[in-house]
């Protein structure tokens, strides 16, 4: 029951506060309040009615803002669409004006050597129908000569029987008998060798006219090409001959395909088209052929030798060791296979075991050159020039050798003779810029350094990315005392190399040579840190004697300290 009354009341209570509130609401309002409700409600309407007319007012210059945005977004694509489109119309009508200036400039050039064509057969032709009717006059005069005769002997005979006798215009020249006419459906005898026989003919000069060969060449190819007989692989063989004469790759591998297919057992033809295949950097059929020639015929040395001489192109000298391991033990005294042994172990760095072999090659230019590479290696200086004597005698300007000597020469301490020798390099090639760098060199040391810096200029001007010159071009222009210079062409060697320690070590030189020995002394320490070798030679370099009494300077190089006595 107390639960009851508790909700009861409070059920009252409820009802009573939700009754002051209807009350409230539904109220008449005062005077004062209605008119500021009225007040209110004004200015709402008014308020609608200012941003109703300020967006109707707003609205055009919207429209021409959004028309102004929308154009720029649009008119830099159009532009450049506009300048390309104008660019390819200005394109295309210069390519036609050009290509009719082309024309008729090449039209001109074709018409001139087309008649120049035309009168060269025109004269060749003419010559073959003055040949032929020579020819055909001798012929005649024959058949009248024989006519003649078989007139009076018919003539004779008649008197003899006592008939009349026959006029000359009825009588019959003899005839000589031809060879029976073959039958219809034989096939005419081929002509290829005929053009076989003129082409081995050509080839058979010394040496052969090249402009003969290729005439030959081109007969015999289109007789095996109009013969629909078997052919044999010798035709084929000749033909791609004359194609290594003519330097026609094409010619000459697709004729040794043909043979090879004609004689597949043939070991010459694969050895020949190995080296076709050498020259033209296809390594692994050039091997494929060389291995085949040396498996069908073992005991020729030549066919192990381009077996070899493909291995090592391949930068395989280690198995050309391998390969002249098996050949020289079937042909110990063969002079080539030692000199292909002798380049192998000259390309594997091993110059003792190369100059071994080269002691059973041949003795001609090419060994010789070798030989010298490999003593050069071993700083076998006299040697060189003792070995490259005999080769500049039979070749004179051989440049590799001249080179090889003047490097020799150097190294031996004669600038003058290496001199001559450079002189003599750059009057068979002017463009070598290696060998204008040397002489420079050789004139250092002779110290005739305005001869020198003419020399490296020369070098320059044809490499100028060569760091060494440029930094030769700064020791010499610190000679003769232009330390400015100097510096600027120390530079630029160390731009194209910056880890170049002698350029430092110079700039070094020429800071010093300034009066600067800090920045002197930061230069040496450059060049130390990239060649610890330095330290050692600046100990006791002249150039750098301004320097070698400073305190700083012995201890960068490892000097003891200079003691006083008290």
Known sequence: MRWV?????????????????????????SPPERAELEQLRQAQQVQTLVEREVTRALRPAGLLVMTLILVLILLPPAGFGLLWWLRRQLETQVRAELKQEWQAAFG?????????????ERQRYQAG?????????????????ASATNHGMQTLAQLHDGSEPIPPSEVQPRRRVASPTPEEGTPPAPQWPAALATLEEVLG??????????????????????????????????????????????????????????????????????????????????????????????????????????????????????????????L??????????????????????????????????????????????????????????PLLEQQPDNLRAWQMQADALIHLGRPADALGAYDRILALDSHQARAWNNRGSALFALQRYTEALAAYDHALAL?????????????????LGRYDEALAALDQALTLNPDYALAYYNKAYAASQQGNSRVALEFLQMAIDLAPRFRTLAASDPDLSLLQSQAAFRRLVGLPEPSFSP
């Open 108 to 120: 001109a050039a074709f018409q001139a050597q087309l008649a120049e064509v035309v009168a060269e």
């Open 129 to 145: 129908v003055d040949a032929l009717l020579a020819q055909m006059e001798q012929v005649i005069q024959v058949r009248l000569d």
């Open 332 to 389: 110990p005294q063969s002079p080539t296979l030692w000199k292909l042994r002798g380049d192998a172990y000259l390309d594997l760095q091993q110059p003792d075991e190369a100059l071994t072999c080269y002691a059973h090659a041949p003795q001609d230019p090419q060994t010789w050159l070798q030989q010298a590479q490999a003593q050069r290696r071993l700083k076998q200086y006299d040697a060189v020039l003792a070995t490259l004597t």
């Open 5 to 29: 009354k508790l909700g009861v009341s409070l059920v009252g209570l409820v009802g009573y506060l939700a009754s002051i509130g209807v009350g409230d609401a539904v109220a008449p309002l």
């Open 205 to 330: 000069e010394s040496p052969p006219r090249l402009e003969d060969l290729r005439t030959a060449a081109a007969g015999l190819e289109i007789a095996l090409a109009e013969t629909t007989e078997p052919t044999p692989g010798r035709p084929w063989q000749v033909l791609a001959q004359a194609g290594n004469s003519l330097g026609d790759t094409d010619l000459a591998l697709n004729a040794y395909h043909q043979a090879i297919a004609r004689d597949p057992t043939n070991p010459t033809l694969h050895a020949q088209r190995a080296q076709v295949l050498l020259t033209q950097q296809r390594w692994t059929e050039a091997l494929r052929d060389a291995t085949a020639a040396v498996n069908l015929q073992p005991q020729r040395a030549d066919f192990w030798v381009v077996q070899g001489q493909v291995l090592l192109a391949m930068d395989r000298p280690a198995d050309v060791i391998l390969v002249t391991d098996q050949a020289l033990a079937q």
């Open 463 to 479: 490499n100028p990315q060569d760091d060494r010159a440029w930094n030769n071009r700064g020791h010499t222009l610190i000679k």
